[in-house]
T-cell receptor, first 115, second 114 residues
Framework: DVKVTQSSRYLVKRTGEKVFLECVQD?????MFWYRQDPGLGLRLIYF???????EKGDIPEGYSVSREKKERFSLILESASTNQTSMYLC??????????????FGAGSRLTVL | AQSVTQPDIHITVSEGASLELRCNYS??????LFWYVQSPGQGLQLLLK??????LVQGIKGFEAEFKRSQSSFNLRKPSVHWSDAAEYFC????????????FGTGTRLLVSP
């Protein structure tokens, strides 16, 4: 079964810590995405990546960076975690084929609490 | 800019009753339209999608949705709800040109009563 795996389901970090959220997909997808999910706000796009070493800012990139050194792995980095970054983080991937086949496959999410 | 509105934050339906979840979008052309479901503690799973053609689309788990261009809507329906359908449902739209980014609605949480 193809999947997107987020290695950390639950994390608790302290303000100012550097945080890495890892996402790995086994579908050979070119595009990968990081969203954060907050009650009443739905999903908001943080960063996305067209392909290896390619990255683009989404709608709320402030306070985050990303890394895509290998096709299957897309990492979200919080350089200095703050309490307002407490959230559920969802990784997703998709093929870059025809737009008609463009469907996101999501990981199970990483719930981050910053104290 | 494209936007998605899910006007109902919570909906409670009795088991066996019918369900309709509302979704309205704002976009100049016909977008790609999606419904995703998120069970507690899980990621999002695609229920169904509309790209073109027949405006009534069938999805998994007995769900269907109808695209109505005149109303800019893509409402999700199910004739008979099961307790396992309790989850959060997200409508999403995507541009149909260029690199497609999805814009998600704020979600509707479905509660199923016995």
């Amino acid at each position: 079964d193809v999947k997107v795996t987020q290695s950390s389901r639950y994390l608790v970090k302290r303000t100012g810590e550097k945080v890495f959220l890892e996402c790995v997909q086994d579908m050979d997808h070119e595009n990968m995405f990081w969203y954060r999910q907050d009650p009443g706000l739905g999903l908001r796009l943080i960063y996305f990546s067209y392909d290896v070493k390619m990255k683009e800012k989404g709608d709320i990139p402030e306070g985050y960076s990303v890394s895509r050194e290998k096709k299957e792995r897309f990492s979200l980095i919080l350089e200095s975690a703050s309490t307002n970054q407490t959230s559920m983080y969802l990784c997703a991937s998709r093929t870059s084929g025809s737009a008609g086949a463009n469907v996101l496959t999501f990981g199970a999410g990483s719930r981050l609490t910053v104290l | 800019a494209q936007s998605v509105t899910q006007p109902d934050i919570h909906i409670t339906v009795s088991e066996g009753a019918s369900l309709e979840l509302r979704c309205n979008y704002s976009y100049g052309a016909t977008p790609y339209l999606f419904w995703y479901v998120q069970s507690p503690g899980q990621g999002l799973q695609l229920l169904l999608k509309y790209f073109s053609g027949d405006t009534l689309v069938q999805g998994i788990k007995g769900f269907e949705a109808e695209f109505k261009r005149s109303q800019s809507s893509f409402n999700l329906r199910k004739p008979s709800v099961h307790w396992s359908d309790a989850a959060e449902y997200f409508c999403a739209v995507g541009l149909n040109t260029g690199f497609q980014k999805l814009v998600f609605g704020t979600g509707t949480r479905l509660l199923v009563s016995p």
